[in-house]
């Protein structure tokens, strides 16, 4: 073990217990799995090698890991789940990966029969929404949703074609999340999306700013219309246009939605500028998904 991670999981016991003082939900993920599950610096590798799922010992590293974190979060009030990896790559025998973990950590103890597991799509959501749709446990299917990085078809189209295919029930982009959520039983998240938006995206733009704001409306809208739930994913307090287009919206909400609304902000930052808007009713039960 490296020595910046030694005596860490205190730490990540004084986190969680500190967020259910505050009323807030916590989904645990696996971001760096042994051996790394995408050979990508945030898994905890430097050599851009994925050395995990063709590695006998790495993969029952990894499930000593799992068999670890549920152990010791089934029975905590606040965690609302446990997700198995983060951003794998979406390598043929991801499914039965999944498969194998998921039916050792259901034996590790009687809360672990019905406790919510989390699944990563690889960035394929139709291969497991398709997945989920096959299995009557508690398996959620986990969407990141990102227009700035990745696929360079994305970071060309323009911000309104975006938008556009964004519109609930209308666009291309809309009518993709709808029918996965559908097959998989609206037991799908969409738990990493961002606003940004690349310089071609924006090319042509006269309002840059506007266009972002949009973008981000487009996509809360249509998250919200077909997911179980989102979060929006960002390591600052830099957010404008995030807090700007919030604050309008929440201003035309009744109590009970605002609640719902900031309480799916994952940022505490971004939450934090919002809170003068909120009653002091708002807990934990606006907070938790409403899947399974």
């Known amino acids: 073990m490296a020595a910046a991670y030694v005596n860490s999981w205190a730490r990540v016991v004084r986190a969680i217990n500190w967020a259910e003082k505050y009323g807030l939900g916590i989904l645990v993920d696996l971001h760096g799995a042994p051996g790394s599950q995408n050979g990508q610096g945030h898994s905890g590798t430097s050599d ?7 590695d006998p010992t790495n993969v029952q590293l990894t ?15 606040n965690v609302v789940g446990i997700q198995i990896l983060n ?5 043929d025998g991801l499914p039965a990966f999944y498969s194998n973990a998921i039916t050792k950590l259901r034996q590790v103890a009687p809360e672990a029969a019905s406790f919510p597991f989390y699944i990563h799509d690889g960035f394929d ?6 997945y989920i749709s096959t299995r009557n446990d508690f398996v959620v299917v986990d969407h990141h949703s990102y227009f700035v990085f990745g696929d360079a078809n994305d970071q060309k189209r323009p911000a309104q074609d975006l938008v556009t295919s964004l519109q609930p029930a209308k666009g291309s982009l809309s009518e993709q999340l709808l029918g996965a959520a559908a097959e998989g039983r609206r037991n799908m998240v969409v738990d990493e ?3 940004a938006l690349s310089e071609a995206a924006l090319q042509g733009s006269t309002d840059p700013v506007g266009a972002r704001q949009k973008f981000c409306t487009g996509q809360m809208e249509s998250y919200t219309n077909a997911t179980a739930g989102w979060s929006f994913w960002s390591k600052s307090n830099t957010s404008y246009h995030l807090i700007s287009m ?19 902000i994952s940022s505490w930052q971004i939450a934090s500028n919002l809170m003068f808007l909120l009653p002091s009713s708002c807990d934990q039960a606006h907070f938790r998904n409403h899947v399974g």
Not at 87 to 91: A, F, H, R
Not at 246 to 260: A, F, H, I, V
């Open 48 to 54: 851009g090698i994925q050395n995990l799922f063709d």
């Open 63 to 77: 499930m000593n890991v799992l068999t670890y974190l549920v152990q010791q979060l089934v029975k905590v009030n």
């Open 87 to 91: 951003e794998p790559n979406n390598v």
């Open 125 to 130: 959501l139709g291969r497991f929404a398709d």
């Open 193 to 195: 999306w961002s606003c």
């Open 246 to 264: 919030l604050t309008n919206r929440l201003q035309d909400r009744d109590m009970r939605q605002r609640c719902q609304l900031v309480f799916q």
